[in-house]
């Protein structure tokens, strides 16, 4: 069972960039990398998933190495609405494997004026 | 269209009592998913279907806690002789199948047993 560990939070201030990473050393190969984020009292959304190298969307960027062993959330020039908490979840790209279904306790970001 | 919908938005309920909590998933996903987050932590797995196959139950906490889907469509959690430490939001989620598909979330239901 691949497990995740993550920074319990972290404070940036408007306008950097800010990068949480995620430990899953147990990754296995069929795994896909997957980032929710969750504003208070709404369920989380997700962000951007990737396998390898770097995925980039409208909203973050994802860079995986190429042991797979851990993976990094970029936000670029974050703002007051980025504060949140950020899961990473490890998941079975089959749909056969259960690692998908644990968010874990995730990073709070916070962003400060 | 519309999303995942959840109902209620809230529910109180005396300790002792059964409840129900309602999800509609998003027409067409097949994979359904519950999860409870209590106050200030991360989401907890619960129950998970996919299409007609057996649902995999292996995160119930106990007996107490039982969930119904009919088809692909709406689903049920029930929890019976409810205790306080059942006090959380109880989310749903659907997605189009299990595995990488994104899931999305609904508003969840935000149980208080007194």
């Known amino acids: 069972l691949a497990k995740t560990t993550q920074p319990i939070s972290m404070d940036s201030y408007e306008g950097q960039e800010v990068n949480i990473t995620c430990s899953h050393n147990?990754?296995?190969?069929?795994?896909?990398i997957t980032w929710y984020q969750q504003f208070p009292s709404q369920g989380p959304r997700f962000i951007i998933q990737?396998?390898?190298t770097k995925v980039t969307n409208e909203v973050a960027s994802l860079f995986i190495p190429a042991d797979r062993k851990s993976s990094t959330l970029s936000l670029p020039r974050v703002s007051l609405s980025d504060t949140a908490v950020y899961y990473c979840l490890v998941g079975d790209m089959s749909g056969t494997g259960a690692n998908n279904l644990f968010f874990g306790t995730g990073t709070r970001l916070t962003v400060i004026p | 269209g519309a999303g995942v919908s959840q109902s209620p938005s809230n529910k109180v309920t005396e300790k002792g009592k059964d409840v129900e909590l309602r999800c509609d998933p998003i027409s067409g996903h097949t994979a359904l998913y519950w999860y409870r987050q209590r106050l200030g932590q991360g989401l907890e797995f619960l129950i998970y279907?996919?299409?007609?196959?057996?649902?995999?139950k292996s995160g119930l906490p106990s007996d107490r806690f039982s969930a119904e889907r009919t088809g692909e469509s709406v689903s049920t959690l029930t929890i019976q002789r409810t205790q306080q430490e059942d006090s959380a939001v109880y989310l749903c989620a659907s997605s189009l199948r299990r595995g990488r598909n994104e899931q999305f979330f609904g508003p969840g239901t935000r149980l208080t047993v007194l």
């Open positions: 279907f996919q299409g007609n196959s057996a649902p995999d």
């Open positions: 147990n990754i296995a190969t069929n795994d896909y």
């Open positions: 990737g396998y390898k």
